[in-house]
Antibody, heavy 121, light 113 residues
Framework: QVQLVQSGAEVKKPGASVKVSCKASGYTFTGYHIHWVRQAPGQGLEWMGW????????NNVRKFQGRVTMTGDTSISTAYMELSRLRSDDTAVYYCARDKSAATVTTPGYWGQGTLVTVSS | DIVMTQSPDSLAVSLGERATINCKSSQTILYSLNSKNYLAWFQQKPGQPPKLLIY???MRESGVPDRFTGSGSGTDFTLTISSLQAEDVAVYYC?????????FGQGTKVEIK
């Protein structure tokens, strides 16, 4: 069965960087895009972007450009999302999610458990 | 960018009654070449990740009870829970995947009256 297991909670100071990992199993890692979505405490869902693990190509929301890096390591079926120059409003649960479709990039079908990133001085 | 707006923000429905959630996109998400609406619905229960319920506006994901129905086309969409059960208490989100950024609606909280 498809599983996405994310790394544990992080506490970071403003200005620092965080790298969240997402280990995939139960399917061919290079066959599906991985989305990254975040959710601030008590707030809604915010789509951050995706990575094509096969090509390494990414598509990120403009507001994160220059601060977010999405990568993948096909040898260990793991995707990563690194966010730099952290601010307090980056405090959120960060989710990775595998796309529903193998044929094209559509919508998240399977989700990881989430990683809480807290930014505090 | 496409903006997704849900209504209402919250609703309380009696057990066994119908719940209706609306989602409006700021521009069409119907792709004319394949006649598909690029819209998904998600359910999120407290402390859990979201769960895909509906894709292509009306296709039920495997394992989703048939009391959940998605409908609509173009810019106006609806998620209907035909007979609300206690386990349906959650926040529901629509999302367009017609283009990037993949915008979500703000969410609709469903509670038991």
């Amino acid at each position: 069965q498809v599983q996405l297991v994310q790394s544990g909670a992080e506490v970071k100071k403003p200005g620092a960087s965080v790298k969240v990992s997402c280990k995939a199993s139960g399917y061919t890692f290079t066959g599906y895009h991985i989305h990254w979505v975040r959710q601030a405490p008590g707030q809604g869902l915010e789509w951050m972007g995706w990575i094509n693990p096969n090509s390494g190509g990414t598509n990120n929301v403009r507001k994160f450009q220059g601060r977010v890096t999405m990568t993948g390591d096909t040898s260990i079926s793991t995707a990563y999302m690194e966010l730099s120059r952290l601010r307090s409003d980056d405090t959120a649960v960060y989710y990775c999610a595998r796309d529903k479709s193998a044929a094209t990039v559509t919508t998240p079908g399977y989700w990881g458990q989430g990683t809480l990133v807290t930014v505090s001085s | 960018d496409i903006v997704m707006t849900q209504s209402p923000d919250s609703l309380a429905v009696s057990l066994g009654e119908r719940a209706t959630i609306n989602c409006k996109s700021s521009q069409t998400i119907l792709y004319s070449l394949n006649s598909k609406n690029y819209l998904a619905w998600f359910q999120q229960k407290p402390g859990q990740p979201p769960k895909l319920l509906i894709y292509w506006a009306s296709m039920r994901e495997s394992g989703v009870p048939d009391r959940f129905t998605g409908s609509g086309s173009g810019t106006d969409f609806t998620l209907t829970i035909s007979s609300l059960q206690a386990e349906d208490v959650a926040v529901y989100y629509c999302q367009q995947y017609y283009t990037t950024p993949r915008a979500f609606g703000q969410g609709t909280k469903v509670e038991i009256k």
